[in-house]
């Protein structure tokens, strides 16, 4: 996986809920794989941090603990263009609103998409995707 990383030279990377949620549950993957980024620019969209701060069950201690996580990246908001290319996204792929949201923001922040979601991900055009579970850079 670092090779692949090293390769593409990219600095900006942009993490999908999944990952977070993967690395807060201490999976080695995903581990990994921070161990791996962290000299880079961590970022993660406006409904990355939506989705993992609203997910079920957490305790106000849990919850405590993801938003001190989550001051380790920039939170990347929806701007103009943001929007317009979630609307066209979403028009071309037939992406959920989230999904569609978070592709057009890794390509307006010129990022690296990381995330398990292959499926809707890895077939918008233009956008950076890493899945560091099969360490493929597409």
């Known amino acids: 996986m ?3 990383l090293e390769m593409n030279g990219t600095d900006r990377y942009l993490i999908d809920t999944n990952i977070l949620i993967y690395f807060l ?3 080695e ?7 791996n980024i962290m000299d880079k620019e ?4 406006l409904i990355n941090k939506i989705e993992v701060l609203a997910f079920p069950d957490i305790s106000e201690n849990e919850e405590t603990e993801i938003k001190q996580f989550l001051l380790n990246f ?4 929806v701007d103009d263009p943001v ?6 996204i979403r028009k071309m792929y037939k992406l959920k609103l989230g999904d569609a ?7 307006m922040h010129d990022a690296v998409l990381v995330s398990r979601n292959e499926k809707d991900f890895g077939k918008v055009d233009g956008l950076k995707f890493l899945n560091p579970y099969s360490a ?3």
Do not use: D, H, Y
């Not at 961590?42 to 969209?45: G, N």
């Not at 920039?74 to 908001?77: D, F, G, P, Q, S």
């Not at 929007?83 to 066209?88: L, N, V």
């Open 42 to 45: 961590l970022c993660i969209s």
């Open 74 to 77: 920039v939170t990347l908001n």
């Open 29 to 35: 993957v995903a581990s990994s794989f921070f161990k």
């Open 2 to 4: 670092k090779g692949i």
């Open 101 to 107: 949201l978070i592709s057009a923001t890794s390509i």
């Open 83 to 88: 929007a317009e290319e979630t609307i066209r």
């Open 136 to 138: 493929e850079m597409k």
């Open 25 to 27: 549950q201490g999976e």
